[in-house]
Nanobody
Framework: QVQLVESGGGLVQPGGSLRLSCAAS????????MGWYRQAPGKERELVAG???????NYADSVKGRFTISRDNAKNTMYLQMNSLKPEDTAVYYC?????????????WGKGTLVTVSS
């Protein structure tokens, strides 16, 4: 079994910064692509940023230039540095990973961490 645990969410004022972390643990052979998704109240879950095992990244247009995704493969951990936060960034942020377990590729989700941007 594989677990993804997010941390780092909280309340921040507009213009502020937060750093989210996602730690993967369990019977992991390797981790392929990882990503951050978010879901705001009344909206569908959307991709925020993704990163491959080789470090290639992609971002939603709404966060380009403000958010930076990174990962530490040795620690099976992914990060999301969020700067210049806006009220519309308020959402539950979920970690997602495609993990190879005993030769089988499976997708896992974390339980989410709440980010609230408000004055």
């Amino acid at each position: 079994q594989v677990q993804l645990v997010e941390s780092g969410g909280g309340l921040v004022q507009p213009g502020g910064s937060l750093r989210l972390s996602c730690a993967a643990s369990g019977s992991i052979s390797s981790i392929n692509v990882m990503g951050w998704y978010r879901q705001a109240p009344g909206k569908e879950r959307e991709l925020v940023a993704g990163i491959t095992s080789g470090g290639s990244t992609n971002y939603a247009d709404s966060v380009k230039g403000r958010f930076t995704i990174s990962r530490d493969n040795a620690k099976n951990t992914m990060y999301l540095q969020m700067n210049s936060l806006k009220p519309e960034d308020t959402a539950v942020y979920y970690c997602n990973a495609v993990v190879v377990v005993l030769g089988t590729m499976m997708r896992y989700w974390g339980k989410g961490t709440l980010v609230t941007v408000s004055s």
